[in-house]
């Protein structure tokens, strides 16, 4: 699920240009449509810079992919995922494979007509992504060092993608002729048919293969003629149009249903970025008919939605085809080709789309809202915060964390003793070239709550539920981005300290779960039982809610749900941990009930749990509560 929700993240940045593009192409095709002039400049103008982005739709995801799949990619990722792109659709074009079979291109296989679409390249950007990270950093012999590094990715793209261009000249028409047939199939099911018909075309709008499911239906492939027939007025009244007409409800007020929901569940603190992504597909979707901006915002990130929406889309046109109702269109289910094409020979009481759409408005947005905070689906404006921000400028981090970062650095021996560096919720995970090293008892000086090595090379430094700070400044320093701060600056107590994280003291609470307290060295995991997080207790629960022990804010909420950090009134971080190794749950059993910045009060239920569930996994229920960033304080509960 984590790849499938960072392959939706990428996908965002290629589909965030779609709107404007469709926008501008519906233009186009309207002024054509109204004035009746094929050679309209304006129409031409319009419809040539939108088609510029949609008609190359498949090429922006193998970019956009390249990019955001790799691990800090440059850009050059994102040359390597051009590179795959051009060379598999290259080799696969009709021509070439023309000149590969020793035939005429009009004997050439259909399929290959089709093979620049999304599916493609989502699998050139994958391919790409990959190299890069794999042979970014290849080292070749003197005589070969000018290829070596970074100029080897595009290299090995091209041989990776030979392979894939290989596999896709035999899979590739199977996999084509076999929707044509499936197609010719579904037409002789009448009104069931056609709902199966949008079932499928939703399901493979993923993939980029619906084209070959609509050819069937919407052209000359299997005798059907749908989209020609109604424009020309030369179809059967009551017939042609069965397989458009149930687009234009779920089109143009279905999906914008779903936005109202997304944006409605979207965080406090990204409403705004959820509403531009949200508003600009839902104008796109409404007016003129694609859909692939609100889609592809949530089909990777909340897939069991997607398949509700295909569902949704299925069922409209098995209702359309059914009901006394046909509407078609030249570019796609809109109000724009709903407008033009309203007083066409072939529509039959256009009016009830109005209606179904009214309807379909009200299904999508209390389905989707209902989905989304039963399941906490990650759809946008609620995904899992991230403390930094990975667009901000260099130089912009927090001087305290720069200097805390730069003895870090010191201390684990050197930028070039670390080999990779990562951090989970409260620690920097790292993999360094010598253990030996690394000083633990400069790590606590420089602000460590503590030091653990696992074995091996690996090293963690737990610091707090800031260390997303720290990280993003050892990086600054590291790749030179940033320099190291004065000695002065490097040797003083880091600016915002409270007296929380040097006093000792007993911290008094709510006890946050109902249960039996015992001492945090019961706890049959070392990182806790030796307080290497931190001073705290333990408690055997009975009961199923945490809850808030005093007033404060929501440091971090966990994707999975098994653990939540407050930071309370005075500065104080603390984290309630329910049970041990309950992070392979991957959330069952669990039910989130705040979100990250919320402020709470003493009491606040912030998270739920089903201890059944927890002994049948295998897992120990206690749950350690444990002050992270005082390590000279108690811990006792009212």
């Not at 239906?217 to 027939?229: R, S």
């Not at 069991?304 to 085809?321: E, K, N, Q, R």
């Not at 440091?555 to 939540?564: I, K, L, M, Q």
Request: hydrophobic share 50%; glycine share 12%; aromatic share 10%.
């Amino acid at each position: 699920m984590k790849f499938f929700q960072k392959l939706g993240r990428s996908i965002m940045l290629p589909v965030a240009v779609l709107p404007v593009a469709a926008i501008l192409s519906g233009i186009g095709f309207w002024i054509r449509s109204a004035t009746g002039d094929d050679g309209n400049i304006a129409a031409i103008f319009l419809a040539a810079a939108g088609g510029a982005l949609l008609d190359n739709m498949a090429l922006l995801f193998a970019i956009g992919i390249s990019i955001g799949m790799a691990k800090k990619s440059d850009g050059t990722s994102a040359l390597a995922g051009l590179v795959s792109w051009l060379v598999v659709t290259t080799l696969l074009d009709p021509s070439k494979v023309a000149g590969i079979q020793g035939i005429a291109e009009a004997e050439v296989d259909p399929a290959f007509g089709f093979i620049k679409n999304v599916f493609v390249g989502i699998l050139c950007g994958l391919i790409g992504a990959y190299c890069y990270d794999r042979f970014k950093d290849t080292k070749l012999p003197d005589a070969l060092s000018f290829f070596s590094g970074k100029r080897s990715v595009a290299i090995v793209t091209a041989g990776v993608s030979l392979v894939l261009a290989l596999v896709l000249y035999v899979v590739w028409p199977i996999v084509f002729g076999g929707l044509v047939g499936f197609g010719e199939w579904i037409v002789t099911l009448g009104p069931l048919g056609a709902g199966i018909y949008g079932f499928m075309n939703r399901l493979l709008i993923p993939l980029g293969l619906h084209h070959a499911l609509n050819s069937v239906f919407w052209f000359d492939v299997a005798g059907i003629n749908d989209l020609n027939n109604f424009l020309s007025g030369t179809g059967t009244y009551g017939v042609t149009g069965q397989y458009m007409t149930g687009f234009f409800p779920v089109m143009m007020f279905g999906l914008p249903g779903a936005a109202l929901a997304m944006y409605v569940t979207a965080k406090t603190t990204r409403k705004k970025v959820a509403a531009g992504l949200l508003l600009s597909g839902a104008v796109s979707s409404f007016f003129v008919g694609v859909t692939e901006p609100l889609e592809f915002a949530f089909m990777f990130l909340a897939p069991v939605l997607y398949v509700i929406h295909a569902l949704f889309m299925g069922i409209s046109l098995a209702i359309s085809a059914l009901l006394p109702v046909r509407m078609g269109f030249g570019f796609s289910g809109g109000f724009i080709d709903l407008v033009l094409q309203w007083m066409n020979p072939m529509a039959q009481n256009p009016w009830i789309i109005l209606v179904m759409g009214v309807f379909w408005f009200v299904v999508y947005f209390l389905v989707f809202r209902f989905v989304i905070l039963r399941f906490r689906l990650k759809t946008p404006g609620r995904e899992d915060d991230e403390p930094g921000d990975e667009d901000a400028p260099a130089g912009s981090t927090d001087e305290r964390y720069r200097a805390t970062a730069a003895r870090f650095l010191d201390a684990l021996g050197g930028r070039e003793n670390i080999v990779e560096l990562e951090n989970c919720a409260t620690r920097l995970r790292m993999e360094v070239a010598d253990v030996s090293k690394v000083d633990d008892a400069a790590l606590k000086r420089a602000g460590a709550a503590g030091t653990m090595k696992p074995g091996g090379t690996s090293v963690q430094v737990v610091y707090g539920l800031n260390v997303q700070f720290v990280k993003d400044a050892m990086e600054d320093l590291m790749a030179g981005r940033t320099s190291a701060p004065s000695e002065n600056t490097r040797l003083a107590e880091p600016e915002g300290t409270t007296t929380t994280t040097v006093t000792a003291t007993t911290i008094r609470l709510r006890q946050p779960v109902e249960g039996r307290v015992v001492p945090l060295s019961e706890v049959p995991d070392p990182t806790f039982a030796e307080a290497i997080m931190g001073p705290g207790l333990a408690i055997e629960p009975s009961g199923d809610t945490v809850v808030a022990p005093a007033d404060g804010t929501i440091g971090h909420v966990f994707d999975t749900g098994h653990a939540v950090a407050v930071v309370l009134s005075d500065g104080t971080e603390l984290l309630v941990h329910v049970g041990i190794d309950t992070v392979e749950m991957k959330g069952d059993g669990f039910t989130t009930l705040v979100e990250t910045g919320q402020r709470v009060t003493a009491g606040t239920p912030l998270l739920r749990f089903d201890l059944a569930k927890i002994r049948a996994a295998g897992h120990p229920t206690i749950t350690p509560v444990v002050i992270l960033n005082n390590e000279a304080a108690s811990l006792s509960f009212d």
